[in-house]
């Protein structure tokens, strides 16, 4: 018999696993992609507005399919994690033309925000952008410096991110943050809320081991 206290936490992780991830549902597909890696998928909440043109420049790459076979080539845990320029063998693809920068639209470098990558020039950013470890206050616009702009935000699927973070570093000599074993990019996708929400939910869904069907019987008692 289930005791009082068991029942009430199945009941709240139901509750938090059946939730809706996404408050909007009016999210359309020019607000949302989906990001399939070698570790699971996450979804990007786009801010079109705000940054306008790093927006129009980020769904073209998508459009194009330009993600697709690129690595996380760029791993510092508790600060980001890069990727979307390099192919496995650490080729850099040739990119469309540098765009203006952002970075004085009031969207802060913090927790799980999406920023565009780019050399000193501010005007340097093309394909390559990061995700935020934490809150980065020194990536920031100033009244007097461009900062990095940031132009989205992982609403779901931050825990893929932190695994990319986890991978384990140094194999490379001359790309020393690379992770061991390539994490690609293998889809990158515009979506809706409700095609999101399933991608989740089904990523999260508890999976029975099948170690028990593995284990030989060591005497009969366990036939």
């Not at 073209?60 to 697709?68: A, N, Q, S």
């Amino acid at each position: 018999m289930i005791s009082k206290k068991l029942a009430s936490f199945l009941f709240i992780v139901s509750a938090v696993f059946s939730a809706p991830i996404f408050a909007n549902d009016d999210l359309t597909k020019t607000n949302l992609i989906a990001m399939k890696t070698d570790l699971g998928t996450f979804v990007i909440e786009l801010y079109p507005k705000a940054a306008p043109e790093t927006v129009k420049n980020f769904l073209h790459y998508i459009d194009t399919k330009f993600y697709e076979g690129t690595i996380f080539h760029r791993v510092v845990p508790g600060f980001v994690v890069q990727g979307g320029g390099m192919t496995f063998d650490f080729t850099e693809k040739p990119t469309e033309k540098p765009i203006i920068n952002e970075s004085m639209n009031g969207l802060p470098n913090d927790y799980r925000s999406v920023a565009m990558a780019r050399q000193t020039d501010p005007d340097s950013a093309t394909s390559q952008f990061y995700i935020n470890l934490k809150n980065n206050p020194g990536l920031n616009a100033t009244e007097t410096k461009p900062g990095y702009t940031v132009f989205g935000k992982v609403v779901a699927g931050m825990e893929v991110i932190e695994k990319i973070a986890k991978e384990p570093l140094g194999m490379f000599k001359a790309y020393p943050e690379a992770p061991n074993y390539a994490v690609r990019i293998l889809s990158a996708t515009k979506t809706t809320s409700a095609e999101a929400q399933a991608i989740i939910e089904e990523q999260r869904a508890i999976k029975p081991s099948s170690l028990k069907d593995a284990l030989v019987p060591v005497n009969d008692s366990q036939q």
